[in-house]
């Protein structure tokens, strides 16, 4: 605050020069307060002077279910007595949830994926921008019938096509995307087969959908579910391989050319002065967080300044959290988030980066537990170091 000071003008003086100053001064404060805030850097190459600053998470608990027919969404109107997952992404002022295999009647007490009316995926969305006392759903996308429709339909055949997961989405311009997996087998606990990965669009609001040729990724590539993240113009996408039990490797497109197979370029590594390197060529993707990372979610901290990774720990602790000044890492080693022996049967944790309370340090996320195979919204608060 600057303390007020009177101006007078003399009888007889000409006040121009004075008035002239004033406006000057205050032509240089006004500009002063109006100056915006400095961005952080989303994409430092200087990480080797940027320390880890999440010591750990605090006041972790669950907020509400948002799907099942005992939930305050009451999604039985819907067809939907059971489903996992939960990916969001926002877009034509929205935000999207993306569901995983989908039951409209289960048996009472069942446990895991199961029961009648079996839809591959669904989809819903929401306009509730305050999760601290839940998620209310809006709706579904729906089918002639009114239940929630099976945007991406999958042959149901074991050995051929079991189901089509859809694992991310993401918006460029008015058109969606929905990044899914083709599952050919559910093998044993944390382990599945899959066909290959693509993408599936749609150009009228989500009500339809449309599986595209390219790009496709094999069933083996480490790119088979995903995180994706809009920057600057260009869709970085976090990729693991089917099931939980390998590491996380970095691809980016620029966006008007995400449907093109031969424009998505594989992270490879810095140079000696921090510069991320990328090639054409998949094979030479470099992973850059290593261990058992299955169901994977990353966004942007305000709070921390940090880039953050959640997802599945394919090793039995439950989810995990960690934290990265750059896309590429270097990531910091894994902190608990929600352990299996305080819920098990927990996976999935997804965020949203605008899902956030008192400046990010409260972070909001979706998780899936397979008993009673619905998701349900928790929150956290990050602790600094020091």
Known sequence: MFAQRRVGVRRGQRPSRWIGALAGVLLVLSGCSASPPIEPDRLPTDTASLPMVLAGVDGVHKVSALTGPDSPNRTDRFEVAGQDLGSMFEADGRIWFVFGDTFGQRDPGMTGGGGDEWRSNALAYSTDRNPADGITLDGYTLDSNGSAAEPIP???????????????GFAVGATLYLAFMSVRHWGDAGEWETNYAGLARSKDKGATWQKLDTPRWGGNSNFVQVSVTDLNGELYFWGVTHGRFGGVQLMKVASAQVEQQGAYQYFTGTDTSGKPLYSNEIT?????????????????NDYLDRWLMTSTDGGGAGSTIREAAAPWGPWSAPITLVSATDVPGVYAPYMLADYVGDGGRTIYFTLSVWDPYNVFVYRADLRKTG
């Open 154 to 168: 999958g042959k149901k055949i074991d050995d051929d096509e079991m189901t089509i997961i859809p694992t991310y």
């Open 284 to 300: 030479k993707a470099k992973t850059i967080v290593a261990g058992t990372v299955g169901e994977l979610s990353v966004v942007w």
